[in-house]
């Protein structure tokens, strides 16, 4: 079953995750910052004398307007002191037992780290040259990583709706078939595949291949736990769950996310350095379970975030433009004129968005950021596009 569209609502970026860095300057300017919730909004956007804005919204790589836990703040300047120390196998185990706790797994099923290039690295590595399999246009960064050592990219298209289309993805499983790797909500289109179907697909697939449900956007959903694949890995299903904390827990700068895997799986990744004590530090842990102890910011970011969604898909809808139902913190529309031309005009007027989406070549993404920050792309967006409406109308004089 198919989610049903509007005339509003038709049928985001993949930007790659790196492994897990994160300078103490960097850091430490995250600890300083602000409690998320309590910021200020963004000053209106200052203009030179060429019509050009001074300073830059950035609304384009899906990070959190909102901010981190007001936890994470004192965390990590007290993990400062553990600084010129590194992480030891105590301290890993502890975040891995809060996952663990937090997820329903067993602690060695859990793998710290921004891992998805790991993983594309490690299957292609351990099991040879063979496919992976994932939805285009889509977030590549465990196939792209898996390029170098045999890992073959099997492309499939979004359906009519700009779903990931379950059923020719299960088609293109093959038996040279290594991993099967799903975004879920998409990225860029943020559709949802619905839970049941979703579901089904997944145990059909995951009896065929290894399959990673990469989870980045769920904890925009009410309703995430009983969405998540992880269900299906608890009941022992061939399936690796992906979740990272660059997004509504506003840990992007930290480089933080982790894996919940099989427990064969979780052991060879080990053997090869993957999610050890030596690939993270110390503030990012601290930031991490500062974080995920607090789900109560979560929820705020999340009321914020569908509020601000759903203003945004009120506004593309009175500009009479097709755009998806997303499910995350980001909308994916279509402008009618191509993308370069929009993007241009946008960061003309101080507003960045995320890079062309092939073949949705007339489409943008376009980041959620804080009412005020909202308010100001969407008077850009409508600015750009009369100015492209006027064009056009004298061209046709």
Known sequence: MTRKTTAGHLPADPQRRHWLRAGLTSAAAVALAPAAGSAAPPAPAAVTSAGRTTDLLRLDLNESSYGPSPRVGPAVQRALAEAPRYVSAAQLQALQG???????????????????????????LSQGAGGF??????????????????????????????????PALLAAIAPDTRALFVVNPHNPSGTLSPGAEFDRFVSAAQARTLVIVDEAYLDYREDAATLSAVRLLRQGQNVVVFRTLGKIHALAGLQVGYALVPVA???????????????????????????????????????????????????????????????????????????????????????????????????????????????????????????????QGGAAA
């Open 98 to 124: 809060q996952i663990a706790t937090l997820e329903g797994v067993a602690p060695e099923q859990v793998i710290v780290g921004e891992v998805l290039e790991a993983l594309g690295q490690h299957l292609a």
């Open 265 to 391: 799986l979780a052991e060879a990744l080990r053997q090869r350095g993957v999610g050890g004590a030596h690939a993270q530090n110390q503030l990012s842990l601290a930031a991490a379970s500062a974080a995920l102890a607090d789900p109560a910011h979560v929820a705020q970011v999340r009321r914020s975030v569908a509020a601000e969604r759903q203003h945004w898909q009120q506004v593309l809808s009175g500009l009479r433009l097709r755009s998806t139902e997303a499910a995350g913190n980001f909308v994916f529309v279509d402008t009618g004129h191509p993308h370069a031309v929009v993007a241009a005009g946008l960061l003309q007027q101080g507003v960045r968005i995320a890079r062309v989406f092939a073949p949705y070549d007339t489409w943008v993404r376009i980041t959620l950021g804080t009412p005020a920050e909202n308010r100001r792309a969407q008077q850009a967006l409508r600015s750009v596009l009369a100015q492209l409406g006027k064009a």
């Open 133 to 166: 399999i994932y939805s285009v246009p889509g977030y590549g960064a465990l196939v792209d990583a898996a390029r170098p050592f045999g890992g073959r990219a099997v492309e499939v298209p979004l359906n009519a709706q700009l779903e990931n289309d379950l």
